[in-house]
């Protein structure tokens, strides 16, 4: 199934395709990744060029009714404003949370309270901001589907910060079992970083040491292709929506 058919056929079967992504820039490159595969457009009000600091980016297709929507708020500030209508919501990143406050661009604003403290306390306060959010998402917005994305490491000079990552994995992972039955956790694209940073002769997989370089962005992006594409074609005959399923991505089928 092509993008304009999966998206059509949600649209067909009622499913919403309004989605909303929010957290660091690691966050921002996926939703970029899935607004190009629907082949949507973007509403362009701030510098188009250098998204790196833009507060908020839209895509839309009138035709699907189909809306992704990405906020920059890497500090989970929980008081989040939501876009219209978003039933499901993609949230996460590492970055801000496991790097000191020199490292870090400064901006003001409520979602990014947390830029000035070390990362210790960054972390600790992570861990009840977390917890209000999700139930924030559940109690207050009645958000559908809550997806977790499971971050990658980092490479070069910033490897000395990786040991927060697992901090803010383990303390998120601690939250989220108490929301079991309505947080779905995307590991699977953490799976497919720590094969590709294993993987012999592809030389650097970052281009700045945070960021995965965008030719191998789609590849990790198709568990979850498969989940919002596979529900709406009773009759596929593959687990793949989209394009011809690599051996790795065989192991993947319809988890995330």
């Not at 790097?99 to 947390?114: A, K, N, S, V």
């Not at 960054?122 to 958000?143: G, P, S, V």
């Not at 499971?150 to 601690?174: A, K, R, V």
Request: with cysteine.
């Amino acid at each position: 199934m092509d993008s304009e058919s999966c998206l059509k056929r949600r649209f067909a079967k009622n499913f919403n395709n309004r989605f909303f992504f929010f957290g660091d820039s690691t966050i921002r490159i996926k939703a970029l990744t899935l607004a190009k595969f629907f082949n949507l457009t973007r509403d362009c009000k701030d510098n188009c060029e250098d998204l790196r600091l833009v507060l908020n980016i839209h895509w839309e297709d009138a035709d699907s009714n189909t809306t992704i929507d990405y906020l920059l708020n890497p500090f989970f500030n929980p008081y989040t404003e939501l876009p219209e209508g978003a039933p499901t919501v993609l949230f996460g990143g590492a970055a801000w949370f496991s790097r000191p406050p020199e490292h870090l661009t400064f901006i003001q604003g409520h979602y990014f309270d947390l830029l000035h403290l070390p990362i210790p306390v960054k972390l600790e306060i992570h861990k009840a901001r977390l917890d209000r959010l999700l139930n924030h998402l559940i109690t207050f917005w009645k958000i559908e589907t809550i997806i977790w994305i499971l971050p990658e490491t980092m490479l070069g000079n910033l490897t000395q910060y990786n040991e927060h990552i697992d901090t803010y994995i383990q303390q998120s992972l601690e939250v989220i079992s108490k929301y079991r039955d309505t947080v779905i956790v995307w590991s699977s694209w953490r799976m497919f970083f720590d094969q590709l940073k294993n993987a012999e002769g592809l030389g650097s997989i970052m281009s700045d040491d945070v960021h995965v370089k965008d030719q191998y962005e789609f590849p990790g992006m198709q568990p979850l292709l498969n989940f919002l594409c596979n529900p709406v074609d009773e009759n596929l005959d593959s687990d793949y929506c989209c394009h011809k399923p690599d051996v790795f991505l065989k192991e993947k089928k319809k988890n995330l």
